[in-house]
C-alpha cells in the first residue's frame, strides 16, 4: 500500500487547501501525506505504528478467546462439583499419596503375620510383599466400588477382607503359640492388635480415597488451571503497551510538524483536533 493510496494525491495546484465539502477528517489524513512523502523517519514511525497496532489487535482477540475459555472452563469445574459428592475434597494426588503411604506403613503387621508361614527371610518378604499390594488394592477396588455403585461387588470384597483379617489374625496367634511360647490370651492379645492395624490402615485408606476429587472434576480443574497460565491477557497487555508507545512517538512527529504548517482553509484548533482521529484511521487501515 503506496502512500498516495492511504492519503490521496495534492490538489492540482500542489497544495493542499481544503476542498469544498471536504470533512477535516479527510482534509487532515491526506494534508498529513505531505509529511510522510517528505519523511523517513515520520514513514517509519507510521509502518512500526501500524505494524505495532496490527499485533496488538490481534493478541487482543487472542485473549479474549481466552478469557472465555478460561469462563467455559470454571463454568465445566463448578457443573462437575454438582455432580459429585460434596466431601469429595482431598486433592487426586495427594489422596492417592496418603493411600499408598498406608499400604507402605502396613509393611510390619503384614511381615509378622508373613512369618506365621514358617518360610525362610526371602520368601517371608516376598510375602510381605504381597500382602501390602493386596491390601492397597482392596482399598482401590472399594473405592472403585463404591464409587460406580457396585453394591454386590462391594459386599463381596468387604466379607472376602473380614475372612483375610481372620485368617491372619489365626495365623498369628498360632505363630506366637507355638514358636513364641506365649500363652493363648497373651497371643490372642496381640494377634488382635496386629490385625486391628491393617484393618484401620486399610478402612482410613478406603475413606481417603473415596473422598478424592473425582477425575471428572480433576480434568476440568486441571484444563482450568492451564487455561489461566497461557497467560493471554499479559501477552496482550504488553503488546497494547508497545503499541501505545509506538503510536505515541508517531503522534509527536505528526504534531511537531502540524505545528509548523498552517493549515489552509482550516481552523487551526479543528485541524489539531483531527490528528489524533486521523492517526487511528491511518493505524487500522
Not at 490538489?11 to 476542498?19: E, I, K, S
Not at 477535516?24 to 497496532?53: K, N, V
Not at 511381615?111 to 506365621?116: M, P
Not at 509527536?252 to 502540524?258: H, I, N, R
Amino acid at each position: 500500500m503506496t502512500l498516495d493510496t492511504v492519503t490521496g494525491p495534492q490538489d492540482p495546484d500542489g497544495t493542499l487547501g481544503v476542498r469544498s465539502g471536504e470533512a477535516p477528517l479527510a482534509y487532515t489524513i491526506r494534508a498529513m501525506g505531505e509529511l510522510f512523502s517528505g519523511s523517513s523517519l515520520a514513514h517509519e514511525q507510521l509502518q512500526d505504528a501500524r505494524h505495532d497496532q496490527a499485533g496488538a489487535d490481534r493478541l487482543a482477540l487472542v485473549a479474549a478467546r481466552a478469557a472465555g475459555d478460561a469462563a467455559d472452563a470454571r463454568a465445566r469445574v463448578t457443573a462437575a462439583r454438582h455432580k459429585v459428592d460434596p466431601h469429595a475434597e482431598i486433592g487426586r494426588g495427594m489422596g492417592t499419596g496418603m493411600a499408598i503411604t498406608l499400604a507402605a506403613l502396613d509393611a510390619l503387621p503384614a511381615y509378622w503375620t508373613a512369618e506365621a508361614f514358617g518360610f525362610d527371610q526371602i520368601s517371608t518378604l516376598i510375602l510381605t510383599v504381597l500382602l501390602c499390594a493386596a491390601l492397597g488394592g482392596a482399598m482401590w477396588l472399594l473405592d472403585l466400588f463404591a464409587a460406580r455403585q457396585h453394591r454386590t461387588s462391594f459386599r463381596l470384597l468387604a466379607g472376602l477382607l473380614c475372612g483375610g483379617f481372620g485368617a491372619m489374625f489365626l495365623l498369628r496367634m498360632d505363630y506366637l503359640e507355638v514358636t513364641g511360647g506365649w500363652g493363648p490370651l497373651a497371643a490372642a492379645l496381640q494377634a488382635l492388635a496386629l490385625t486391628a492395624v491393617s484393618a484401620a490402615l486399610v478402612a482410613v485408606g478406603y475413606v481417603l480415597l473415596s473422598n478424592r476429587v473425582p477425575k471428572p472434576v480433576a480434568d476440568a480443574e486441571r484444563q482450568a488451571r492451564a487455561t489461566i497460565r497461557a497467560g493471554a491477557a499479559g501477552v496482550a497487555a504488553a503488546a497494547s503497551a508497545k503499541a501505545a508507545k509506538s503510536r505515541a512517538a508517531l503522534q509527536d512527529t505528526v504534531v511537531t510538524w502540524a505545528v509548523s504548517h498552517q493549515p489552509c482553509g482550516l481552523e487551526h484548533d479543528e485541524f489539531f483536533a483531527a490528528l489524533s482521529e486521523a492517526i487511528d484511521v491511518l493505524l487500522r487501515r
